[in-house]
């Protein structure tokens, strides 16, 4: 009984001790793929969210001539909901072509064995939606609910993007501003 203990104490504290990883699970093209009669398209975005349906799966039915929808996520609740961002800082290169970066620092909660999911943007007008979202991480690993410090940096998508103004918004919460002097060509 006494050995159990000890190997109980040990593997709380091997766990207080580890810092969870986090990966991103978008697929690797970021864009629809076919293959085999299955169409999957990473995300879709509706006019209220930035990819508000992840993962959607369809297969080509050659008797109706017709898509079946087989698979699909709806991301119903907040983006980012695990993630307490602390700051998000503008990082903005001076040599062109101009890269612009959002780098975000926070804390995970509940659970550190989260994983970032998809992190999604679009340029509406000239404001980048950026969205963030947070997935379970695997079902087997134990975790202690301990808050892990993260960071994380999101390249904006401006290169070609003519002179001006723009905005961003991260998970509709933390905003900002940043300017183009010239056309972002080389």
């Given amino acids: 009984m006494h050995r159990l203990k000890a190997l109980l104490i040990i593997t709380t504290i091997s766990f207080l001790l580890i810092n969870c990883a986090f990966s991103q699970n978008a697929p690797v093209t970021g864009y629809p793929t076919y293959r085999d009669g ?3 398209i990473p995300r879709v975005d509706t006019d209220a969210q930035v990819g508000n349906f992840q993962d959607a799966i369809f297969q080509f039915d050659n008797i109706t001539n017709t898509w079946r929808l087989l698979d699909y996520m709806e991301t119903t609740i907040a983006p980012g909901r695990g993630l307490v961002p602390d700051t998000v800082e503008l990082i903005v290169t001076s040599t062109l072509p101009i890269q612009v970066f959002l780098k ?3 804390f995970t909660a509940p659970s550190p064995c989260s994983e970032f999911g998809q992190i999604n943007q679009r340029l ?6 950026v ?3 947070v997935v379970p991480g695997p079902n087997d690993i134990t975790c202690a609910t301990i808050v892990v ?3 994380k940096i999101i390249p904006l998508a401006v290169y070609g993007l003519p002179a001006g103004t723009y905005e ?6 933390h905003t900002g501003t940043f300017s183009l002097a010239v056309e972002n060509t080389l």
């Fill in 38 to 40: 299955i169409l999957t």
């Fill in 104 to 106: 975000i620092n926070g």
């Fill in 124 to 129: 509406k007008t000239n404001k980048f939606e």
């Fill in 131 to 133: 969205t963030m979202h």
């Fill in 149 to 151: 410090p993260y960071e």
């Fill in 168 to 173: 961003y918004s991260l998970n509709g919460e």
